[in-house]
């Protein structure tokens, strides 16, 4: 099989489990579940993740990169501060409608199931494309005197909860408009949270 | 038997630093022995300053130390006089020194090389403060021998400044893993994080020919402050300049995304044994 | 007629300007022309910037300045309500390393600057190696002080709280070995007996006439009776306290209480000309400053016997500071020795942020008492002043109340006053900074 056609077989397995996991969850999901879902043997699927775990780690990384890549564009254009938290917020609710599932995972399966990623995933290492471009993020918008100095943390902590709390609201079906209308609030909210 | 070459040795605004470094150097007899000299602030030489000053003299090689500050006047006469005279004649001109290189701690003007073009092809600059006297020693034996040196963009002998002064340092597995300094007084961590080193983003050669043959500013729990760049003295030296914990500068050449992915990464372990004193068991 | 002499390789120049009356100098002034203004750079820093400043006053006492600068920072603190307290290691290695620095000075003085101007004042060629031993002995100790500093000249390794480096047995044995090397040749090449000897002698007749460099100097300096010569006022401060130094003002042998904040400048005057140099003084009154000052301060026999045999002629002056030397060898070694390795460093102080306070910080440097005082707002400087001890030494004032070194210089010919004023160990880039 061509390298092509294998990493093809190989991002299939990862968006069908995807899928899988945010509806049924982690621990309910299995193999055969996974294989069936892209009509794969079961077989064949150790020939691509050796256990649910690796698949699971593998999947944090990939969003990790899906979002960190997004996120890279938004850094390297010639925005201001404020129209790239605009962007990211704009990018991450446009997430949440058109891949459910992958702030659903995020959101759901990494965070109440840590002890899935423990050994080889300790920290931030599966998410690091992410944190790193939200690093950049912040290091540009305090180098160039738009955001106040502080504590990384508490910074990306209030960013990516609020935007994670959001996503939730959304999910549960609670809030009353729809996501993309809130954007330019939490945009503003944001940037006077964090500005210098 | 061929002349010796005639050094001179000419001081602008200066703390007499070079001087003094100069003179630490173990084997200076033997050294000096290849030249003739004019003039030094301290060693034995032929001229007094008052003859040096009357700019009958030639020389062939010129060491200038100190900020070049052109109505500074030596013994009654304008630097600038005595700079273009002595520069004119000299075959090289070494600037000794980051005061003379770059203007450093004393000069407003720049360095010796922005003063004239006639000069600045044969300008060698010898930045830090001070020099170590191994690094001079080189020139000088280089200059006896006939020998050339290659330069990097600010003219500085690749031979020493390729180097930074990260190389060598012996910190720097604390630095691979991200294992910072607690403070200072310590042996263990990198002071990179939050002590304000910049050994990743000096050139020099301080941890390779250590000084007084023993140690350096690292090796002692001192941050590098970087003396030998051309933005020696900056400010807040004892510190790290962060944006929301993130250095402000990462390493010479690595890209903030390459170093934040390293970093990152090197972060989410804990090695035992370099989080630990180096003297516990 | 006003003759003029410019005095070279003392850390830069000075210019003296003699009053002469049948050949000899009625009076001196001193001018010192090149200023950097060190102080005004350190305008709007950090506190502990002036850490990594101030030792670039001076390439022969950058050590000194930076002990000085360290207690002002650390004077500040306390002032601020935050007194810091020090390991007795940090102490030590402090106190060792600026010996340190105090020796090889002295040694540089000794070959670089007195060997070579009397062998010139007796119309004699100085031996050619005279110098290079000079250099040697020096750099010899200038390696134990990187051992502990990390190097020399320049390094920044003492900060409040205490020293950068930890230093291991390797280190100090490094150190260590390089001051029983430098012993040596202070034994050997310049005093020609053992240290002990030295400093244990209580009169002028157990040293005198020895083969050796010292002998060589002292025999010049009695050919040219400069026993009798190069008197100042026999008036002396000292301000710094040390194991080696404790405040004192002493006129004669008699000691005086003596308070730093009394310690102010004024404007040098010449001739002819301006200086940039500004005078130092007690209570309006100048003092001699520096080895003879603590020689006489501790109450070292031999300069003792000498003191009251020849005063505070230039014979000895340069004798305290030869003894000076060979004491602080002997003290230095027994320092180190009580380095307890396993002690803290560094104790961490509040962040200097906090710190808005005055601070004054006194230390005896080669040439006598250095002071640093600063004042920092939420830790930056607002306000520095440097007052070094040749300021003191080297004060040009009006021929009412000449300064120590002009006071020495009258009644001489110029160039036996010149060598005199050179008996001071002048520092010209201390002098304005």
């Known amino acids: 099989m061509s390298t092509l056609k294998r990493l093809k077989r190989r991002e299939e397995i990862i968006e069908g489990a995807l899928k899988l996991f945010s509806k049924g969850g982690f621990y309910q999901t299995t193999i055969p579940d996974i294989a069936r879902t892209i009509g794969m043997s079961v077989g064949n699927f150790y020939n691509y993740f050796t256990s649910k775990e690796v698949l699971a780690k593998e999947l944090l990384l990939y969003i990790s990169e899906y979002l960190g890549e997004r996120i890279r564009t938004i850094n390297e254009s010639d925005a201001t501060t404020q129209e790239k938290i605009r962007a990211i917020v704009a990018m991450y609710f446009e997430m949440v409608q058109s891949r459910p599932e992958m702030i659903e995972y995020f959101l759901r399966i990494f965070l109440s199931n840590r002890e899935v990623f423990g050994e080889g995933c300790e920290g931030t290492v599966c998410v690091s494309a992410f944190i790193t471009e939200m690093m950049l993020f912040f290091d540009d918008g305090v180098s160039c005197g738009d955001l106040r100095e502080q504590d990384f943390f508490s910074a990306f902590g209030l960013f990516m909860g609020y935007l994670g709390g959001m996503a939730f609201l959304c999910g549960e079906k609670v809030l009353p408009h729809a996501l993309d209308s809130y954007v330019d609030s939490i945009t503003q909210n944001i940037y006077r949270a964090l500005k210098t | ?281 | 007629m006003i003759e003029r002499r410019l005095i070279e390789r003392i850390e830069g120049e000075a210019e003296l300007e003699f009053e002469e009356c049948e050949g000899r100098v009625a009076y001196a002034t001193i001018r010192f022309e090149h200023m950097r203004g060190m102080e005004r750079l350190l305008l709007g820093r950090e506190g502990r910037d002036a850490l990594v400043l101030t030792p670039r006053v001076c390439g022969i006492c950058g050590h000194a300045h930076l002990m000085a600068c360290v207690l002002a920072l650390e004077d500040a603190y306390a002032n601020a309500g935050h007194a810091l307290t020090l390991s007795p290691k940090a102490q030590a290695l402090r106190e060792a390393t600026l010996s340190l620095e105090m020796i090889q000075n002295h040694i540089k003085w000794w070959y670089l600057v007195m060997s070579e101007e009397l062998y010139a004042l007796r119309g004699f060629t100085p031996p050619k190696e005279s110098a290079l031993r000079g250099a040697y002995g020096a750099q010899i100790i200038n390696r134990a002080i990187s051992a502990l500093a990390g190097q020399w000249p320049h390094n920044s390794y003492m900060i409040p709280g205490g020293v950068t480096c930890d230093p291991g047995a390797l280190e100090l044995l490094q150190a260590q070995t390089a001051l029983f090397e430098a012993t040596r040749f202070v034994q050997e090449t310049l005093l020609g007996m053992e240290l002990e000897r030295f400093l244990s002698a209580l009169t002028c007749k157990e040293i005198t006439g020895i083969q050796s460099d010292a002998g060589r100097v002292e025999a010049m300096l009695l050919e040219l009776g400069m026993q009798e010569k190069g008197r100042a006022y026999d008036r002396f401060a000292v301000l710094g306290s040390h194991g080696f130094a404790a405040p004192a003002r002493l006129r004669g042998t008699k000691t005086y209480k003596i308070d730093p904040a009394q310690v102010h400048t004024e404007a040098a005057i010449t001739l002819r000309g301006e200086s940039m140099a500004r005078n130092a003084l007690y209570r309006g009154t100048s003092y001699e400053t520096g080895p003879l000052a603590r020689a006489l301060q501790r109450g070292d026999p031999l300069i003792k016997n000498m003191h009251r045999r020849f005063r505070d002629s230039t014979y000895t002056r340069i004798f305290a500071r030869l003894y000076e030397c060979a004491l602080l060898l002997e003290r230095t070694a027994a320092l180190l020795r009580g380095v307890v390795l396993g002690e803290a460093s560094w104790i961490e102080p509040p962040p200097i942020e906090r710190i808005s306070a005055e601070g004054v910080g006194i230390v005896e440097a080669p040439r006598g008492p250095l002071i640093h005082r600063v004042r920092l707002e939420r830790g930056i400087i607002a306000a520095y002043e440097i007052i070094t001890p040749t300021q003191w030494n080297l004060a040009s004032a009006p021929r009412e109340r000449p300064g120590p070194a002009q006071k020495a210089m009258e009644g001489l010919h110029v160039s036996e006053a010149a060598f005199v004023f050179r008996s001071f160990d002048v520092c010209s880039v201390c002098t304005t900074h």
């Not at chain 2, 005639?6 to 200066?14: D, E, I, M, S």
């Not at chain 2, 630097?79 to 407003?108: D, K, T």
């Open chain 2, 1 to 281: 038997m061929h002349s010796k070459p005639k050094a001179l040795w000419l001081q602008g605004l200066t703390c007499n630093g070079n001087s003094h470094s100069f003179l630490n150097h173990p084997q200076l007899g033997i050294l000096m022995e290849r030249f003739e000299l004019l003039y030094h602030p301290h060693l034995p030489c032929t001229l007094s300053l008052e003859a040096v000053v009357t700019c009958m003299h030639e020389c062939d090689l010129l060491l200038f130390e100190g900020a070049f500050e052109p109505t500074m006047r030596r013994a009654g006469v304008a630097l600038e006089r005595l700079l273009e005279h002595y520069g004119a004649c000299a075959a090289q001109i070494v600037a000794v020194g980051s005061c003379a290189s770059f203007g450093g701690v004393f000069g407003s003007s720049g360095g010796l090389d922005a003063q004239s073009q006639a000069w600045s092809e044969k300008i060698i600059n010898l930045s830090g403060c001070p020099i170590h006297p191994e690094w001079l020693a080189l020139i000088l034996s280089g200059f006896a021998e006939g020998s050339a040196f290659a330069l990097d963009a600010q003219r500085r002998p690749k031979a020493l400044y390729a180097h930074l002064v990260h190389h060598g340092c012996t910190r720097n597995e604390y630095f691979e893993w991200k294992v910072d300094a607690k403070g200072f007084g310590v042996n263990e961590g990198c002071l990179y994080y939050d002590q304000g080193c910049r050994g990743v983003l000096s050139h020099g050669s301080c941890n390779r020919i250590l000084w007084g043959g023993v140690s350096s500013k690292t090796r002692s729990g001192q941050p590098c402050f970087g003396c030998t760049e051309s933005d020696f003295p900056r400010r807040d030296l004892f510190k790290t300049r962060k944006n929301m914990s993130i250095p402000h500068e990462v390493p010479l050449g690595v890209s903030k995304r390459a170093y934040l992915t390293l970093a990152g990464i090197a972060k989410t372990f804990t090695i035992e044994r370099l989080s630990k004193d180096l003297m516990d068991d």
